[in-house]
Structure formats: structure tokens, C-alpha cells
């Protein structure tokens, strides 16, 4: 079977979605309130297998192991190889991918394969033995070595992430690994208190103010039993306009990304970020699939408050949103407004003019394509990339003189064609690689009055209602202020129980007509 022992064979991604104490209904033997009783018995018990996240594992292989995996192609097998390669080459030369097939006993109804039993081995990684670390310089182990994993969702088992191996029981741990782990996030589920544990006998050690508990009154012989004092909770629930609390939602993703929750109920103004003063809208691209977009969206514009949707349509001149279709004619029908972007690629080789006309071109096309009167809000540009003396080799200023000539040439193209200034999507750190290199200078003064913004801008924090301008500068220059802010790529609605992940973005209103078509 050494045939089958090529990478292309191997399923690059954890397939085990389904814990493996799920109930399965029976509609035709079980019962349907006697089934939710016991399932719901059964979550309540303490249950350490369901919750646990690190395994113990044996070691059988890897791939890729020259590294080739993140730093060709177009790594979309994987979503965090494929944001390395949007951000640049510079990203991708920092990737050390380290992809392992680990066979965990406890989770595998495979024995441990022979070293090569290929059969067995595409079998343990096409469930759930596909483990991967994105900056790995650890020990590389042998067949049959005891090592760590764990599982970003203990709940499905998806995600797997290789940990470390194991060298005499103990862990073999790098400072590069744990400066990985920061990369991809830092948010913990449980974030340690600053309040203290009360002591053993706190009891004795309560306010001289609260007075004693009054000891029940003698009943009577013969007399009725007195009716039991009824709780505070059942107080709270029978007692008018007072609410019971929210429950707690899930802090952090998968990746370690603090989440930003809509809640259920409360509506777009109950945002601090959105208020009385902008309108809550959304941006979608092929990340987002129908069943999680576009199927939602009538619910989206009625429940959550959505007033707009910005969707990608296309990327340089060859890379088209196969779901925009969809996406366009649900937003349509829910009475959602909807614009389009276009994510740019000034980085590639050949004159500012030249290239801004050919990406303009296919923008246009498929703006034209969905229907040219269909669109309510300016078009977008997408600057997250550009040239940068790191990834071509020319200075800073001929590099970033480059991405803005570029992008005035596409700013002008635009305002011919459609007649308003378009937006221009970025942030603080795009702004600083691929702008900064000639500012002050007259094209870069003058691409922020060719061009609206949209600025992106995270936070989590009910306090901080305006964005900045960036972190450490705090300007909008070349621009004078901003007309939409991304507030959080982590959003995500409670009335969807978590679904999706979602960029949450709000539009001032004394903007709506100069974005307006």
C-alpha cells in the first residue's frame, strides 16, 4: 500500500464532529419527554470525558515536513495558513507547520497502525488523528512516541492541535510555541479573580449588622404543618418586572479570540458601538456560507437589527465570492441595504495604473453581472495588502508611493463610473506598512479626499463607544474622520446559539446619504 502514502491522500482536517456520548432519538421506540429527561439527566452528571480537552496519544507521522504546506499554494485547506498568506509573505516565512497524525487510544476504534500500513493510517487521520502547530520548533517525535494533543472544542473534537511530545514524561516546551500561542490568541474561558476564597470559617465572620435568623415557631398539636418559606429564586420569579439573570455566554473561540456577542432581545441600538447615532450592519464574503448567512438574514434584519450588508464580490483579477449570489438576493428580499467590495492586490508585480484598471474592470464586471441598480451603498475597497520593502525589496517610499497610486487610480475609476466617492476599508497596521512611506506628501493628502472610510478597529469594552484612529497614533490621516467601523471580527448572535462568526460593523447616519446610491 505504499502508493497511497502520498500527502494527497490524507484528509487535512478533523472529521469527528459528534461527541461520542451523543443520544440518538428513536421517533418510533422513545418517548419524546421521557428521551429530553434523560438526556438532560445525563448532561447534568459530572462527566470528565465529554469536557476533556488534552489526550495522550502515540505518535505515527507527519506531513509536510519541509514546511511546503504554508508556504505554497493557496493554503485554503486550512483558515489560518490562509490568512498567513493574505497577510503577506513576510507571514508566511514566520510559519513553521508542523501537521502530525496521532493515534489516541481512547478515541480511535483503529488499533495502532504498523509503521507502514498506509490503509490504517489514512483511516486515523481521516477521524480525528490530524493534529497541526503553526510555529513549531519542538523536538520532531519517532514512530510510536508517547505525545500530547489536545482539541481547540473538546465538544466536537475539531480543531486538533498538536501540543508536544514527551521525553521522559516531561513536557518539551519552546519559547517560540508559547509566543505561537499568543499569535493566535490569548482569551481564556475562565479569566483568573482578584476576589478572595472566603476562609473555612467565614461563617463566624459575618457583618454584626445582619441580624440572627429567627427560629421557626413551634406548630400547635394537631395543627397543620406551616407551608415551607418559599426560595429566593421563586420569590424573583413571581415577582413583577423583575428579571432573572442572562445566562453566561461562551468568552472566547476556538482560536483563543475573545468573542463579541449580540445578545438576544436587546436590538443593534443596545450596542455601545452601534447606539442611537449609526446602523448595524454586516460584511460577508465566501467565510461566510448561505446556511449561516444568507438563510438567516430575514431573522437578522428583524430580530438583531441589521440595516446593512457589504459583500465581497471579488479579489485582484481572478478570485469571485461563489456565495454572492445568494447573499445578495437574501438581503434583497429581507430589505436589507447591501454594497459591494472588492479585496485589492496592489502587491502584485506591473505599473499602479495598469493594475488598478484591471482589478477595476473585474470589479465592474461582476458589480454589473448581479445587477448594476441592486446596490444601495458606494462601492469598497478592500487595503490590506500592498508592497512593503520586505516582500519586493524596494524602498519604503517607492513601495508605499506604489499602493497609493494604485489605489487613487481605483478611487477615480470608481467615482466616474458610479458617481460618489467609493469607501476604503483599512486599519491602524495597514496604514503604517503600505501608506506611511510617503506621508505628508500630496497623493497621500489627496487619497483621503478621493475616498470615504471604513475603519476597523477591535474592542470589547461597553466603554469605548469611537474608535481611535489606531492605537498608538490616534489620527485618521490622509482621511478626516471615519463613516463606518469595524468594531469586532468575532461577532457572533445568541439567538443562533453561537453559529458563524461574524464582522460587526456600525455606520454613522449623517453619512447615509454620501454613501448612499
Known amino acids: 500500500m505504499a502508493e497511497q502514502s502520498t500527502l ?12 461520542d456520548d451523543t443520544v440518538l432519538f428513536d421517533p418510533i421506540n422513545d418517548n419524546p419527554i421521557s428521551f429530553f429527561k434523560n438526556v438532560l439527566a445525563a448532561r447534568a452528571t459530572p462527566n470528565t470525558f465529554r469536557t476533556r480537552k488534552m489526550f495522550y496519544g502515540r505518535f505515527i507521522t507527519h506531513l509536510y515536513a519541509d514546511g511546503s504546506a504554508g508556504k505554497s499554494g493557496n493554503g485554503m485547506w486550512d483558515d489560518v495558513i490562509a490568512a498567513y498568506k493574505r497577510a503577506g509573505a513576510e507571514s508566511t516565512q514566520e510559519m513553521k507547520l508542523f501537521v502530525a497524525i496521532v493515534h489516541i487510544p481512547e478515541l480511535q476504534s483503529y488499533q495502532f497502525p504498523e509503521k507502514e500500513d498506509w490503509d490504517t493510517i489514512h483511516k486515523v487521520a481521516s477521524n480525528g488523528g490530524v493534529f497541526k502547530s503553526y510555529v513549531y520548533s519542538g523536538q520532531i517525535p519517532k514512530y510510536g512516541d508517547n505525545v500530547l494533543v489536545s482539541f481547540a472544542d473538546p465538544e466536537t473534537r475539531s480543531e486538533g492541535v498538536f ?16 509566543r505561537n500561542r499568543r499569535r493566535m490568541g490569548n482569551c481564556r474561558e475562565n479569566p483568573r479573580s482578584n476576589a478572595r476564597r472566603p476562609n473555612s470559617n467565614s461563617s463566624a465572620n459575618t457583618d454584626s449588622t445582619t441580624p440572627p435568623a429567627t427560629p421557626p415557631a ?31 455566554l461562551k468568552r472566547c473561540d476556538s482560536r483563543g479570540k475573545r468573542i463579541f456577542w449580540a445578545r438576544t432581545g436587546e436590538g443593534a441600538s443596545k450596542i455601545p458601538q452601534v447606539g442611537p447615532n449609526r446602523i448595524f450592519g454586516l460584511d460577508w464574503s465566501g467565510w461566510n456560507p448561505p446556511r449561516r448567512s444568507a438563510a438567516w438574514a430575514a431573522d437578522f434584519k428583524k430580530d438583531e437589527g441589521v440595516d446593512f450588508v457589504i459583500i465581497k464580490l471579488t479579489q485582484g483579477t481572478g478570485n469571485s465570492n461563489r456565495h454572492a449570489s445568494a447573499h445578495i438576493s437574501a438581503c434583497k428580499n429581507a430589505g436589507i441595504k447591501i454594497g459591494a467590495y472588492h479585496f485589492c492586490a496592489s502587491e502584485k508585480p506591473g505599473s499602479a495604473k495598469a493594475m488598478a484598471l484591471a482589478e477595476f474592470r473585474v470589479f465592474k464586471r461582476e458589480i454589473e453581472r448581479h445587477g448594476k441598480n441592486k446596490w444601495d451603498i458606494v462601492p469598497s475597497l478592500d487595503f490590506e495588502s500592498g508592497r512593503s520593502p520586505k516582500s519586493t525589496g524596494h524602498p519604503f517610499a ?120
Not at 8 to 19: A, E, I, Y
Open 8 to 19: 494527497g491522500q490524507f484528509v487535512l482536517k478533523n472529521t469527528l464532529d459528534v461527541p
Open 163 to 178: 501540543e508536544y511530545p514527551l521525553v521522559g514524561g516531561a513536557p518539551v516546551v519552546s519559547k517560540r510555541r508559547r
Open 218 to 248: 413551634a406548630t400547635p398539636p394537631g395543627a397543620p404543618a406551616a407551608a415551607p418559606a418559599p426560595s429566593p429564586q421563586a420569590v424573583q420569579n413571581q415577582t413583577p418586572g423583575v428579571t432573572q439573570p442572562r445566562a453566561a
Open 398 to 517: 517607492a513601495a508605499s508611493q506604489h499602493n497609493v497610486s494604485f489605489y487613487l487610480e481605483f478611487c477615480r475609476l470608481l467615482k466616474n463610473e458610479y458617481g460618489k466617492k467609493p469607501l476604503i476599508y483599512t486599519a491602524a497596521f495597514a496604514r503604517a506598512a503600505w501608506m506611511n512611506g510617503i506621508k505628508n506628501s500630496d497623493d497621500w493628502k489627496q487619497l483621503g479626499q478621493v475616498s470615504s472610510l471604513w475603519w476597523a478597529e477591535y474592542t470589547f469594552s461597553p466603554e469605548k463607544t469611537e474608535p481611535l484612529g489606531g492605537r498608538r497614533h490616534k489620527t485618521w490621516e490622509p482621511w478626516s474622520s471615519y463613516d463606518i467601523w469595524q468594531f469586532s471580527g468575532y461577532g457572533r448572535f445568541e439567538s443562533k446559539g453561537g453559529q458563524g462568526r461574524f464582522d460587526f460593523n456600525s455606520m454613522k447616519k449623517s453619512s447615509l446619504s454620501k454613501l448612499s446610491l
